[in-house]
């Protein structure tokens, strides 16, 4: 059975960093875009970011962009999301999804589809 494994969560101080990794199992990421979403109690779940199959596109929600790098090492076949200068709000439960490219028009659907789940990791951000 197909499935993603993040890791890399855990609790920091405000400013401060952290790397999470979603490595898959029984599928090759090679084929799918990746998105990273997160969901903290009591609000809807946002994405966060997406990387194209061969990492030449990328994407950030506004409240997080210049903080975070989404990449990907398909050799290794795992995407991470770097995150960096992290603030309280920030906390969540960090989840990647894989959507099957099939068309152009597949990276502009990552944050609305997805074939895989994972999940999850949790990121609490606090003093």
């Known amino acids: 059975q197909p499935q993603l494994v993040e890791s890399g969560g855990g609790l920091v101080q405000p400013g401060g960093s952290l790397r999470l990794s979603c490595a898959a199992r029984?599928?090759?990421?090679?084929?799918?875009?990746i998105g990273w979403f997160r969901q903290a109690p009591g609000k809807e779940r946002e994405g966060v970011s997406c990387?194209?199959?061969?990492?030449?596109?990328?994407n950030y929600a506004d409240s997080v962009k210049g903080r975070f790098t989404i990449s990907r090492d398909n050799a290794k076949n795992t995407v991470y999301l770097q995150m960096n200068s992290l603030k309280p709000e920030d906390t969540a439960v960090y989840s990647c999804?894989?959507?099957?490219?099939?068309?152009?028009?597949?990276?502009?659907?990552?944050?609305?589809?997805?074939?895989?789940w994972g999940q999850g990791t949790q990121v609490t951000v606090s003093s």
């Open positions: 999804t894989a959507l099957r490219v099939i068309s152009s028009r597949t990276f502009s659907m990552c944050l609305y589809e997805y074939n895989y």
């Open positions: 990387i194209s199959s061969n990492g030449g596109r990328t």
């Open positions: 029984g599928l090759i990421l090679d084929y799918y875009v």
